[in-house]
Each structure stands twice: as C-alpha cells, then as structure tokens.
Nanobody
Framework: QVQLVESGGGLVQAGGSLRLSCAAS????????TGWFRQSPGKEREFVAA????????TYADSVKGRFTISRDNAKITVYLQMDSLKPQDTAVYYC????????????????????WGQGTQVTVSS
C-alpha cells in the first residue's frame, strides 16, 4: 500500500513558478512509475507528466512541454513537478499518482492505469 501526499500549490502570477512535491509512504515507492495529473472545474482529469521508477524516462503533455520538469528523489521517496512560465490556463487541482512498474520504462498518460492517488493541491495562476 502506498499513500501519496501533495504539497506546494498556491497562488502565483502568470510567468511565475511553483514546485509541487509528492511525498510517498512505503519503501517500495522507488519501484513505482509516478505521474502528475490536473483537473479544472467542469473538465476531465488531464495528464501532465510522468517519470519512470528509475527517473531515467520522462514524458510530458504538449501543453506543458518546455515549461514543466518532473523529477524524483528515491532516497527521499518524493517526486517533484517544477512548473515555470505558468499561465492562467495551468490553474487546476494537481494530483500525484503512482503504479508499481519496476524495471519498466513504460510511461502511461491514462489515469486509469494508475493505482494510487493523492488528495490534490490547488494551483491558481492569476493574469
């Protein structure tokens, strides 16, 4: 069982930066592929980025490519999402999600393929 807790959300002006953290419980988290998703009111949950268990492989949604960076520190069992050049359309609740996929470089953008979810953290970007 893995529990995920997001933090780092808040209010920022357009063009600013935020760093989200996803802290996990459980030593096996280092074997988990981890993703970030976001959801705005009235919209479906949207893929943002994912990182493999090793941290070697990453993938991003086109809407955030070049602005967001996903990384992980397995010693701290934490995954990060560095968000730069933020835009008002980035406003959403951001969720961390994980699935046990050790020794695999496969990265999914579908929320249905993730088994564990955090409670979310609000990011608001003002214009």
């Amino acid at each position: 069982q893995v529990q995920l807790v997001e933090s780092g959300g808040g209010l920022v002006q357009a063009g600013g930066s935020l760093r989200l953290s996803c802290a996990a419980s459980g030593r096996t988290f280092s074997r988990f592929t981890t993703g970030w998703f976001r959801q705005s009111p009235g919209k479906e949950r949207e893929f943002v980025a994912a990182i493999s268990w090793s941290g070697v492989s990453t993938t991003y949604a086109d809407s955030v490519k070049g602005r967001f960076t996903i990384s992980r520190d397995n010693a701290k069992i934490t995954v990060y999402l560095q968000m730069d050049s933020l835009k008002p359309q980035d406003t959403a609740v951001y969720y961390c999600a994980a699935v046990n996929r050790a020794f695999s470089s496969y990265l999914s953008s579908s929320p249905d393929e993730y088994a564990y979810w955090g409670q979310g953290t609000q990011v608001t970007v003002s214009s």
